[in-house]
């Protein structure tokens, strides 16, 4: 029998995999029709759903590999970066799906999240004021209005696979949706700000790069508790901490 890897697992959901197939398993059955609704739906490539017996989803395993991790060196090509540009511009241009996804929180419910969040690591004694402060303030240009695009929410580093220069798939697509595309941008090159240009040039389109780093501060504020209360660590050389430290 094939090792079983655990691949991510906390409280909300886990992925296991066994050889070629991914095991996916959530607490949530939303979350899993979500991500088989617009897997079905995205002009991407996607893992192969092989079965779906809730709360298990089995997917296979995709060719190529991620093009680094959050808080590691990048193993990826400029060339690379730009196909997962292409990919990304790709997915965003298709016709939208009819629900909102995470990248397509109201400008309001953010902003409120995010200054609860911010009083929270303050008073906790989570963060210092001043590193909390100054990236509110960056933060602030991601709160604007923006033509919805079709996102897929959760665009981690880790969640995009690579072979040489071709783009072989993106996987966890349960919190896509309607929303703001540079979200996603955002999202993929947190902590790579060094492929942030080859990234740009895959997309082919203008970005407001004072908008990718508004997105690198929200983000990393929202996450810094959750990713501490789940076994994960944002305090890591080259993660969440440090991103809002590079925004000084």
Same mark, same amino acid.
């Given at each position: ?23 996916? !398993?959530?607490?949530?059955? %939303? *979350?899993i029709d979500a991500e088989i609704e617009t897997m079905s739906r995205v002009p991407v490539p &996607? ?18 590999? &991620? ?6 060196? =990048? ?13 990304? *511009? ?5 016709p939208l799906p009819p629900w909102r996804g995470r990248a397509g929180r109201s400008v309001a ?8 969040? $911010?009083? =929270?690591?303050?008073? #906790?004694? !989570? ?7 100054? #990236?509110? *303030? ?9 033509? /919805? /695009? +079709? ?9 995009? +696979? ?23 941008? %955002? ?36 996450a810094v508790r959750w990713l501490s209360e789940h076994g994960f660590d944002p305090f890591a050389?080259? $993660?969440?901490?440090?991103?809002? *430290? =590079?925004?000084?």
């Amino acid at each position: 029998m094939d090792e079983v890897e655990v691949v991510v697992a906390h409280s909300e959901r886990a992925t296991l995999r066994v050889g070629d197939v991914f095991l996916k !398993v959530d607490a949530d059955q %939303a *979350r899993i029709d979500a991500e088989i609704e617009t897997m079905s739906r995205v002009p991407v490539p &996607t893992p192969q759903v092989l079965w779906h017996q809730p709360p298990v989803l089995a997917i296979t395993a995709l060719p190529g590999t &991620t093009l680094g991790r959050l808080g590691g060196p =990048s193993t990826g090509s400029p060339a690379g970066w730009a196909a997962a540009g292409a990919a990304i *511009r790709k997915l965003h241009d298709a016709p939208l799906p009819p629900w909102r996804g995470r990248a397509g929180r109201s400008v309001a419910a953010l902003a409120a999240e995010l200054d609860d969040e $911010c009083a =929270s690591l303050v008073t #906790n004694g !989570v963060l210092p004021a001043d590193l909390v402060t100054r #990236n509110r *303030r960056v933060a602030e240009a991601a709160l604007r209005p923006w033509t /919805a /695009a +079709f996102t897929h929410g959760d665009l981690q580093i880790a969640h995009v +696979f690579v072979d040489g220069d071709e783009v072989t798939g993106i996987i966890d697509w349960s919190e896509a949706g309607q929303g703001d595309p540079l979200y996603d941008l %955002a999202t993929f090159t947190l902590g790579h700000e060094e492929h942030l240009d080859d990234v740009i040039a895959g997309y082919g389109a203008d970005i407001d790069i004072d908008v990718i780093h508004a997105w690198w501060s929200l983000r990393s504020l929202l996450a810094v508790r959750w990713l501490s209360e789940h076994g994960f660590d944002p305090f890591a050389p080259g $993660c969440e901490v440090d991103v809002l *430290r =590079s925004l000084m």
